[in-house]
């Protein structure tokens, strides 16, 4: 019978990987005690972190992808999270979670996600562990998505759509999108020149 002890083990195991971000040992340790530990426990055992832990491996889920791509697996997460009980399926961490995967599903809604970005900074908890992992891939999309749509976009709405509010980072990105030389030109007075029209012949 899995005991209260053997649980709390494991929920500390889960939170120096975080601080350590050792991700193999993360997802070993998240995997036994959401998948294994939980549910032989839930008759007898109510753990209060169990939320939160479950947040952490969906996050995990959703955000450690190994590939290029920014979306994650949606029907294996959704597969795990209709088998959760109903109260930790209702939990606020579980429904963040939750919230990341339907904004990466609908090919990034970069609103949503920038508000669950913004929501998490202020936080300062550890989904902005999971979240970070995603940066590069989503930033990298709605900058895709943004070009496509639009010729011009003002500064500061596209650092918050990026989730660059660093002036300087916002800077390395542009370059790298530019080049060096391309940034005075696209950059002007609080726009940026997304797309440059095509010269008619």
Same mark, same amino acid.
């Given at each position: 019978m #899995?005991?209260?002890f053997a649980i709390s083990a494991y929920e500390t195991s889960v939170e120096a990987c975080l601080h350590a971000e050792n991700f193999a040992e993360l997802l070993k340790s998240l995997?036994?005690?959401v998948s294994v530990m939980y549910v032989a426990s839930d008759e007898h055992l109510d753990s209060?972190? /169990?939320g939160e832990m479950t947040s952490y491996y969906l996050l995990y889920l959703i955000c450690y992808t190994p590939s290029t791509s920014p979306h994650p697996n949606a029907s294996d997460i959704i597969r795990i999270y209709g088998s959760l009980p109903d109260r930790i399926q209702s939990h606020p961490r579980v429904q963040v979670a939750m919230r990341v995967c339907r904004a990466l599903h609908r090919d990034v809604d970069y609103v949503a996600l /920038? /508000? #669950?970005?913004e929501e998490e900074s202020a936080e300062r908890g550890f989904g902005m562990v999971f979240l970070k992992l995603l940066l590069p891939k989503i930033r990298t999309r #709605?900058?895709?998505i943004l070009s496509t749509s639009y010729y011009t976009y003002p500064e500061s709405e596209l /650092?918050?759509?990026l989730m660059l509010p660093d002036s300087n980072e916002f800077g390395t990105f542009v370059e790298d999108r530019f080049g060096k030389d391309g940034v005075e030109q696209r950059v002007v007075k609080g726009m940026v020149h997304l797309r440059v029209p095509k010269k008619r012949g």
């Open positions: #899995v005991d209260e995997s036994q005690l209060p972190r /169990r /920038r /508000r #669950v970005w #709605v900058f895709t /650092r918050r759509a």
